[in-house]
């Protein structure tokens, strides 16, 4: 990019040009037809199937921590996602039976709770204490397949 400039800037200063004549934009222009004459290589790195070959590194991410690890892929995280979810369920589930104390929740717990709800996880604990209490009632109810799906 210097060398663009600096031949533009010969070109400028040995001619006398002025800043708004025909010669100056022209200038301008092959200096940015350069720039990207100078770039096109670099293209190849932004291809998908070439940057792998050519760079060799492996996507990264951070965890909750802050350590830098190998990114995982969304199937892994919509599997923790769900294992995380399944055990707040069965949290909710003995809270509500008084087989455990609910958690105090504090920061970031709070906020998770929260998230949820907004999220309408207290719709599908709902259904599922619907589902308890048709059972304990005896009949069967349509939403006794969502409590066998959840649990």
Not at 31 to 42: N, R, S, V, Y
Request: overall charge positive.
């Amino acid at each position: 990019m210097s060398v663009c400039f600096g031949i533009l800037g010969f070109f400028m200063s040995s001619e006398g040009m002025a800043f708004m004549g025909w010669r100056f934009r022209t200038s301008l222009y092959f200096g940015k037809m350069l720039i990207g004459l100078f770039a096109a290589p670099f293209l190849l790195f932004k291809t998908p199937v070439l940057a792998g070959v050519l760079v060799h590194t492996v996507p990264t991410g951070y965890n909750k921590a802050g350590a830098c690890v190998p990114k995982i892929n969304q199937g892994e995280i919509d599997r923790r996602e769900a294992q995380r979810q399944a055990a707040k369920l069965v949290l909710d589930r003995d809270v509500a039976d008084g087989r455990r104390a609910a958690p105090l929740l504090l920061g970031w717990a709070w906020l998770d709770d929260r998230w949820d709800r907004f999220l309408g996880l207290f719709a599908t604990k709902r259904a599922l204490e619907a589902a308890r209490a048709a059972r304990k009632s005896g009949r069967r109810s349509s939403s006794s397949s969502a409590e066998a799906h959840l649990l």
